[in-house]
């Protein structure tokens, strides 16, 4: 259906594409759900229940954003009430089984949302003697821990399916009977009452760290995206992305790519930013020339890299600043590097695929203008621009920052008509906020889990002397077998349980080799996110390639050739943490900068295999050779690498000149 449209859409120009944004709705939201299963939610027959629903959501948001100013509960009661409240709106969206009734709540559900709720009741009703008893668990703290992992498994199962369950009920099993595993791997195993007091009284299990930042920073950040959404920046974005890089070259391809970061920044889906920004732009990369298979592949790693660009990161930059100890705008200006390298690298390979391929770009008279764009909507960029002071600047928390940015983003937008939100826009927003957050809070608590019996059991230290072991001590091998093993994690998980698992378990062995703390974890999180554009589970290529008509797997391999740059920049941040600007002077940050530019465009080439025409392989492969010469900080490597770009720009300069004098 989506392909049908797309085709039809054709003929016609790209400020009708634009306006058929509100008919498209039903088919982003098919092919969301079909390739996003977080999306797939009840629509309720009866009025009642789904006005109950929907007023339970606004006031959840309620609770996390007036607590956010007034202040939180003590720790394990504002954990346990969000859990609770997470799990009832789980199990009230999302059914048991696809042949289950989508459109009413089973009498099953409600008993587990009461069991839920029971969960918390039992820990504030008894608080001070609950955290008393932390170390020597009584009979009912093991029923109702108990209780609790069931229900925060089986709310995993129905939103993300299987391969989170199935991972944290193997950690689970580890925890009982590790005694018997091999020597490396081997502890003293533990009883089911000592993993349920680690897991559910402890700090470090389901009530961890991985909830506190969903139920404080990610609740707040993504009811701020929600909130943005309703004002209208998503079309904000769409429309000075066109106004800025339309006319130009391949423009619908650099849209799609400033239009999917901007977007994926905030939102953090990669899937939900290829289905809502894709259908958008991939009619108009089709138009202009570009294949399905590079449309879609451009559509899926621009909004993937949207996860890697500052300020928001979709809040893993939240949960990265949480779970190193150090302070976000550390993790803010150590992320900005690196991820303009990664979107450079997309842009270079667009801009020489047009070149090889002539592709013009928009004609300018059927583009908005960016004077008339921002004179409608850019008051929108103020609550960004106050986002940013607020928490690089003001001195004041993260919580309070997003607090008061939601609180300025709704005043801003009542400036103009086009983005004013009513009273019901907004209650919508926080409604909105509400849903989207509970599948990210729910892989959070079940990823509690799996942190616990890790913390517990010491497997995080025995996989990075395994990983170590295997690399032989060899920093490059171990850098590669983690990547491997990020990516294979991140094939079945959302991106932030994804990341927070890798960073337990495979983080420490990078450390432990003397790469700085935050560059492992940048390490391991770009693989992580990387694997929703890596075949054989590719979801953000897939969901592309459901809007442009290309053959899925076409597109997933498209794109890790179009985010090649992507896979190498996390090496070079590693070999030369100048680029994370840690521990470096100006000039040396600045030096290793400009190289890494270069080594950018060269990898470009070397994967178009174009520079003022076509390039022979062994000139390609001698490209991409000099490239990786410029990921260390070596000068003698550097001069190299640019002795190479330098050389190869002449030679193909000399050519582009013969060959134009022999058609004279």
């Known amino acids: ?27 982003q939201q098919e092919l969301l759900e079909k390739f996003d299963k977080e999306s797939k939610t009840r629509k309720f027959d009866n009025k009642s229940i789904s006005k109950i629903v929907y007023w339970l959501a606004i006031g959840i948001a309620l609770y996390h954003f007036i607590t956010s100013f007034m202040g939180y509960p003590a ?66 703290d093991v029923i109702v821990g108990t209780m609790l992992i069931f229900l925060v498994m089986e709310a995993s199962r129905r939103i993300s399916g299987w391969p989170l369950v199935i991972l944290s009920a193997l950690f689970l099993a580890y925890g009982l009977f ?29 009530y961890g760290t991985s909830v506190n930042v969903a139920a404080s920073y990610i609740f707040l950040f993504i009811l701020f995206g929600a909130i943005m959404n309703k004002s209208g920046m998503g079309q904000f974005f769409n429309d000075i992305a066109l106004a800025l890089a339309g006319h130009t070259k391949g423009g619908p391809a650099k849209v799609a790519v400033i239009a999917s970061g901007f977007l994926g920044s905030i939102n953090g889906s990669a899937v939900a930013n290829v289905v809502t920004t894709g259908a958008f732009t991939i009619p108009l990369m089709k138009k202009t020339g570009y294949s399905d298979e590079f449309s879609g592949s451009v559509e899926a790693t621009a909004s993937v890299g949207g996860q890697l660009l500052p300020p928001i990161m979709g809040a893993a930059a939240f949960i990265m600043a949480e779970m190193l100890g150090v302070k976000y705008s550390v993790i803010v200006v150590s992320a900005a590097i690196p991820a303009l390298l990664y979107y450079l690298g997309i842009i270079v390979q667009v801009q020489l695929r047009a070149s090889k391929n002539n592709l013009v770009g928009i004609p300018k008279a059927e583009l908005p203008k960016v004077k008339e764009v921002m004179k409608a909507r850019g008051h929108l960029l103020l ?73 517990l059991t010491g497997f995080g230290l025995n996989m990075a002397n395994a990983i170590i072991q295997l690399g032989h001590t060899s920093l490059l091998a171990t850098l590669m077998l983690t990547m491997v093993t990020c990516m294979i994690l991140g094939m079945g998980l959302p991106s932030i349980p994804a990341y927070l698992i890798t960073a337990t378990m495979a983080a420490p062995a990078l450390i432990q080799l003397g790469v700085p703390a935050i560059a492992a974890h940048m390490f391991v999180f770009y693989f992580a996110m990387f694997a929703n554009i890596t075949p054989p589970v590719a979801l953000a290529s897939f969901a592309a390639a459901g809007i442009s008509g290309g053959d899925p797997m076409k597109t997933g391999l498209q794109s890790v050739k179009l985010a090649l740059a992507g896979f190498i920049v996390p090496y070079m941040f590693v070999y030369n943490t100048g680029l994370l600007l840690l521990d470096t002077t100006p000039f040396v940050a600045i ?36 490239s990786l010469l410029l990921i260390t900080e070596s000068v003698t490597q550097d001069a190299i690498g640019l002795s190479i770009f330098i050389l190869v720009i002449v030679v193909q300069k000399i050519k582009s000149k013969q060959t134009e004098a022999a058609f004279e």
């Not at 720790?75 to 042949?99: C, D, E, I, N, Q």
């Not at 939601?406 to 919508?428: C, G, N, P, Q, W």
């Not at 926080?430 to 079940?446: D, L």
């Open 383 to 455: 609550p960004i621009i106050f986002l940013l002071y607020m928490l690089l600047f003001s001195g004041r928390t993260v919580i309070f920052s997003a607090f008061c940015t939601i609180i300025v983003t709704i005043a801003v937008s009542m400036i103009k008509k086009e983005t004013r939100m009513s009273f019901r826009d907004i209650l919508d927003a926080f409604e909105e906020g509400t849903k989207s957050v509970v599948s990210v809070a729910v892989a959070c608590a079940v990823v509690g889990i799996i942190i616990g019996v890790v913390s």
């Open 1 to 27: 259906m989506a392909k049908a449209s797309i085709e039809k859409e054709k003929s016609t120009s790209p400020k009708a594409v634009k306006n058929l944004e509100g008919v498209m709705d039903a088919q």
């Open 591 to 626: 030096r290793v900068t400009i190289t890494a530019i270069i080594g950018v465009f060269m990898i470009g080439i070397a994967t178009e295999g174009y520079l003022k025409g076509k390039l022979n392989p062994l000139i390609r492969v001698v490209v991409f050779a000099g």
């Open 178 to 206: 590790g005694q018997y595993m091999p020597s490396i791997f081997m502890h003293r195993g533990y009883t089911w009452g000592k993993l349920v007091n680690h897991v559910f009284i402890n700090t470090e299990g389901i």
């Open 75 to 140: 720790t394990h009661l504002h954990r346990s009430l969000h859990v609770a409240m997470m799990l009832v709106m789980a199990f009230f969206l999302y059914p048991a089984t696809g042949k289950s009734n989508h459109k009413a709540i089973p009498w099953y559900d409600y008993v587990l949302a009461l069991m839920a709720i029971a969960v918390a009741v039992y820990v504030w009703s008894d608080y001070v003697n609950f955290i008393n008893r932390m170390g020597m668990p009584n009979t009912m």
